[in-house]
């Protein structure tokens, strides 16, 4: 029977380098490829701990932008350390436990997408 197994979000980039740059030095991400050349890229990937995001070359203005994509995590609280010792955690993006038995904290790449991690909560009964 077919199975899905793994998910990679096409994201809006102004400049693809420039996001992937952004990713690495950020966020800790590897560039994986540029398509169709280093000196007119339109089209890229960046990943880390197995997880992929694509980047295609799109106008979006980052005050405008209502993209957003959620990437689920082990160690948590780890990562938003990390994350944080950057400055990047979104203002209104703490690390918090919400009702739907997740804890989450946002961040807003260079180009205005929302990024949302988060990691299940134990609780009895799950």
């Not at 966020?27 to 089209?43: A, I, W």
């Not at 994350?83 to 904290?105: M, Q």
Request: proline share 8%.
């Amino acid at each position: 029977m077919p199975m899905l197994n793994t998910i990679s979000p096409v994201l809006p980039a102004n400049d693809v380098l420039q996001t992937i740059a952004w990713y690495e030095q950020k966020l800790g991400f590897q560039r994986d490829f540029v398509y169709p050349s280093e000196q007119s890229p339109e089209y890229g990937a960046a990943s880390r701990d197995g997880v992929e995001i694509h980047f295609s070359l799109t106008k979006v203005d980052p005050l405008k932008n209502d993209c957003s994509c959620y990437l689920r995590v082990a160690e948590l609280e780890a990562l938003y350390e990390e994350y944080k010792a950057k400055s990047v955690i979104h203002p209104n993006g703490p690390l918090e436990s919400r009702p739907w038995g997740l804890k989450e904290f946002a961040v807003l790449d260079s180009n205005g997408t929302l990024l949302r991690f988060g990691e299940m909560v134990p609780s009895e009964g799950r």
